[in-house]
């Protein structure tokens, strides 16, 4: 049974319940993460009629599919983006674990401290945010830093250290520190951070003019300098709605398979901070949008009070069943209006620039292919592949080749190799094998063959690419080599038969795209390479051990997770994936002998 005809087969089945839907390419990877009211519906929707280019694309893609029925829509929404931030599916919207929102953390160690991090944790400690991004929260965490003299260093030292003798630290490595002297503070930052810096300020004020009374005029002066880091570090509340509500507002623009998302932070009625996200969409763009809201929800444990979302649509209804302990609201007049669509022209004006960074981007990309091609003496190589080969004394080698269409990587189109007839550490031969693998299959299938080929080498690379082209295939097709110099960067171009260097600007946009196509090309083929090295390493160890075949290896690995952990464990630990004793003994045995 082919692919469509399996998938035909499975549509029948789909029940009319909701759920969530994994939508999964050729090699098993989940590339899409929907959610849906109606499985039966939505699912079958994908592969029935016609589509805008963006969905089509995905649906091209898609060679099979499995579904999770979920008892409501709500349960479904909340599914949907846990199983995107697991994934990390190429045609969802993600926010990926390295985006996730930064926090100030006060620990809960017997002698606390202030840092940053982007995992909420139940370790008792106290966390406040999140904040948009890193400066933010980095700024703020250097002003909280100079008010209140929390250790600063992550191991108690053996004595006291600058922060101490700058007032910025209570010195408990050297000093003891009562408990009520840290609870106060933690009181104190607790205030700030939740939007009492006015008071503290007032404070900071009634000190600096006691201080100057007292005509202790240096400690004035440290105190009138943290008033003025507070005023530098509070101005950024432009917009105040005086009514001290913690709110999230968002606004969004959607155009040419592009969304744009902006979050304004209100804390006590005061606009904060924001965030900007620019992506690539292919659903429904209510749906993405929606999806972008759950996801920023899901692992955020310090919901506000308020969300304002730009209009009620379908599914809308689903963030406010989901987040029953704020409102959410979509304000049609007054000042919250005002908020929204203000995020939501925000958020047009950043695409708007994006569109015009990447014409931009694409016109230097154009000018580069073009000079390319007057440089070699050929029409404009509008698509590139590039070879390179990979290995170790002539072991695992690997070759690997890339793609560049109009100046621009695309990576759908990158290619693996695993060199098969070569014995030994025989470059060219390795590359000959390779070209003649890759353009006997494109001239079998009919498919569009490359304005230029880049080898990763020189003359000898050259000649031993067009020897396989010319003689073997018939092919004319120009062919040009990189050198690199003694430090390893491209220093040398070389074309033709008998290949000569061709002279060529190291400024230019057309040496600059062909240093990219170099870099890419080799860090593809040395990650592939280095993949296939270390599991032949693994594989070639475990399956000289007698009773072990490739089922018990893989079973071992998956169990212990490495070589090292393997050889450390006891013999009981092999008992759970139902090896005995005795081979266990046996394993361990020769283990330790390598």
């Keep these: 049974m082919d692919t469509r005809e399996q998938i035909r087969e499975k549509l029948k089945l789909l029940p009319d319940k909701p759920g969530v839907y994994l939508m999964k390419s050729h090699d098993g990877e989940i590339i899409y993460v929907g959610k849906a009211k109606v499985l039966k519906n939505r699912v079958r929707s994908y592969f029935n009629g016609?589509?805008?280019?963006?969905?089509?694309?995905?649906?091209?893609?898609?060679?099979?599919?499995?579904?999770?029925?979920?008892?409501?829509?709500?349960?479904?929404?909340?599914?949907?983006?846990?199983?995107?931030?697991?994934?990390?599916?190429?045609?969802n919207i993600n926010l990926k674990d390295d985006k996730a929102y930064p926090y100030i953390k006060i620990t809960a160690d017997e002698h606390p401290r202030l840092e940053i991090t982007r995992r909420v944790q139940k370790d008792k400690g106290k966390y406040f945010g999140p904040y948009p991004n890193a400066s933010a929260a980095t700024e703020t965490k250097k002003l909280l830093d100079r008010l209140y003299p929390?250790?600063?260093?992550?191991?108690?030292?053996?004595?006291v250290c600058l922060y101490y003798h700058i007032n910025q630290c209570v010195a408990p490595c050297e000093y003891p520190v009562e408990p009520e002297t840290y609870a106060g503070m933690i009181k104190e930052i607790s205030k700030f951070l939740n939007g009492g810096h006015e008071e503290i300020k007032k404070n900071l004020q009634d000190k600096m003019m006691q201080e100057a009374e007292n005509l202790n005029f240096e400690r004035a002066k440290e105190l009138r300098d943290q008033i003025a880091q507070i005023d530098r570090v509070m101005e950024k509340q432009k917009v105040d709605l005086h009514d001290n509500v913690d709110r999230d507002v968002f606004g969004y623009h959607a155009d040419k398979?592009?969304?744009?998302?902006?979050?304004?932070?209100?804390?006590?009625?005061?606009?904060?901070?924001?965030?900007?996200?620019?992506?690539?969409?292919?659903?429904?763009?209510?749906?993405?949008?929606?999806?972008?809201?759950?996801?920023?929800?899901?692992?955020?444990?310090?919901l506000p009070q308020e969300i304002l979302l730009p209009r009620e649509g379908e599914g809308t209804e689903l963030i406010g069943q989901w987040l029953t302990s704020v409102k959410v609201r979509y304000p049609q007049r007054g000042s919250k209006k005002q908020l929204v669509d203000m995020a939501n022209e925000n958020a047009r004006i950043a695409l708007d620039e994006r569109f015009k960074l990447m014409d931009r981007d694409t016109s230097r990309t154009v000018k580069a292919i073009e000079e390319l091609g007057e440089v070699m003496m050929i029409p404009t190589p509008r698509r590139i592949e590039a070879f390179d080969n990979s290995n170790i004394q002539g072991t695992d080698a690997v070759a690997a080749m890339i793609v560049f269409d109009d100046g621009r990587p695309n990576k759908k189109?990158?290619?693996?190799?695993?060199?098969?007839?070569?014995?030994?550490?025989?470059?060219?031969?390795?590359?000959?094998?390779?070209v003649r693998r890759r353009y006997t299959r494109?001239?079998?299938?009919?498919?569009?063959?490359?304005?230029?080929?880049?080898?990763?080498?020189?003359?000898?690379?050259?000649?031993?690419?067009?020897?396989?082209?010319?003689?073997?295939?018939?092919?004319?097709?120009?062919?040009?080599g990189l050198a690199k110099d003694e430090k390893h960067r491209t220093s040398q171009l070389f074309l033709g038969h008998d290949p000569v260097p061709v002279s060529i600007d190291r400024s230019s946009q057309a040496f600059y795209l062909l240093t990219r196509v170099q870099e890419e090309v080799h860090r593809f083929a040395i990650t592939f390479h280095r993949q296939q090295h270390g599991k032949n390493a693994i594989r070639s160890i475990l399956d000289d051990i007698p009773g072990v075949g490739e089922k018990r290896r893989k079973e071992l690995l998956k169990h212990f997770g490495s070589l090292p952990a393997i050889k450390n464990a006891p013999v009981e630990e092999f008992r759970k994936i139902g090896i005995g004793d005795k081979l266990a003994k046996e394993i361990l045995a020769y283990l330790a002998q390598v």
């Design 150 to 159: 929390l250790r600063k260093c992550k191991t108690l030292k053996d004595k």
């Design 50 to 91: 016609a589509h805008s280019g963006k969905t089509q694309l995905l649906v091209s893609n898609i060679a099979d599919f499995e579904y999770i029925v979920t008892n409501t829509e709500v349960e479904a929404l909340v599914l949907e983006g846990t199983l995107i931030k697991k994934h990390l599916p190429i045609y």
């Design 442 to 480: 494109l001239l079998k299938e009919n498919s569009p063959l490359p304005d230029l080929i880049v080898i990763d080498g020189g003359k000898g690379h050259i000649n031993a690419a067009l020897e396989v082209l010319e003689d073997e295939l018939g092919l004319d097709i120009p062919v040009c």
């Design 413 to 434: 189109e990158y290619r693996k190799y695993k060199i098969k007839t070569v014995e030994g550490p025989n470059d060219y031969a390795s590359m000959q094998e390779v």
């Design 257 to 302: 398979e592009y969304m744009c998302v902006q979050v304004f932070y209100m804390r006590q009625g005061k606009m904060i901070e924001r965030a900007v996200e620019i992506f690539h969409y292919h659903g429904d763009e209510m749906d993405d949008f929606l999806s972008y809201v759950a996801q920023f929800y899901i692992d955020n444990h310090d």
